[in-house]
């Protein structure tokens, strides 16, 4: 009998008459992530997707496994797929569905009929299955209507009968690429990681761009940032890493300009050198992992100060959580210990002592006066070097 992988739309179901468009995108989508598990065939019918093997060497599991993974799909479940006669899914629960419910003690069956041509109601079905499970249970399992061990579902569907046992939440969100594409400002930290997750799991396309300072960074924290970025992209799917070197501005900032303006000068030209490869790769955002009053360049004037730079939208995800809520998201999605590896970041090289933590425009702008802004941004943009991360370890 034929093994087959049911994956439940969440939100894509309520998605009216642009609902075909969503599918469209999460099929392509699990198609890429099945491709290293052997051939399937991706289909929609009834708010379901099919993986449906077509080889025998298909790896099941595996395809489980990145199913529930991809963003767009809120359950998944194995099933059994059988013909559509009573007998033939009679046999199929007797012999080849017995191991999927193997070591429960009580069971319930739920029957759902959508093909209302098929001959016998759900109550009649329901017996039937209930059964044919008892029977090949041999005193094993008993019925329990009330609070069962596992519940098991036969659906008559349009094409054929599924059987089916436990349905795993899957992770949620919208497809890729449903919602526009995004620049994430990514440092070797916890936060932004985390903030290019959750913006692609809405359906974000994400490109990445990253800030070094060699040779005060080393190349293992620009490695280090690369292995975070392919992380993300396990979840986001293949994305350029664009990477620049602030080495130069930090240099020129550290001698000419007040140490106390160090870091709210240095965002602001980071905020620069983000709209320019926003532009130039086609994003219509900005996303960072900044979350509010976390350190001195992320209070409210500060963060002002700085988007006052950007001309178009800054999504920053974390803004209302604490550091607390962002860990444990970072170890969902196994970010973390990557994360606390204890190698320097650009913002971390000369510091200041004294940040300001509400500054002032007026004297910030005093500050950059002292420079060539714009010769600046485009000798540090001319560094541009891009890597591509596709998500597969
Ligand atoms: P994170 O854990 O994300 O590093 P953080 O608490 O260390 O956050 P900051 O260093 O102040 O915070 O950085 C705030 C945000 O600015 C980061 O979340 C990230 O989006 C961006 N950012 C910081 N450093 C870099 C960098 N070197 N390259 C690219 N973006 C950066
Ligand atoms: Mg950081």
Redesign the pocket.
Known sequence: MKKIILCKFGEIALKGANRAYFEKLLKVELKKRLRAFGKFKIYSAQSTVYIEPLEEECDMDAAFGAAKNTFGVSAVQMALEAPKDMDAIIEAVKTDFMPYIEGAKTFKVEAKRSDKKFPLESPEICKLAGGAILEACRGKMKVDVHNPEVTVRVEIRDYAAYICAGQVRAIGGMPQGSNGKGLL????????PV?GYLMAKRGVKIES???ESFPYTSERAKEKVLDLANKVASYAGEMNVHIISLTHIQEVLRDTIDEDYFTLVLRRF?MRLAMKVARKYWCDAVI???SIG??A??TMQALVVTDIIADMPVFRPLIGNDKEDIIKIAREIDTFET?ILPYE???TVFTPRHPRTRPELAKVEAQEALLDVDALVEEAFETLDTVVVTGIE
């Not at 400002?185 to 932004?192: A, Q």
Request: aromatic share 4%; charged share 10%; net charge negative.
């Open positions: 400002l990514l440092s070797g930290g916890i936060d932004s903030a761009l990253h800030f980071m960072t992992g900044e976390q350190v360049s992320q994360s970041d650009c913002c």
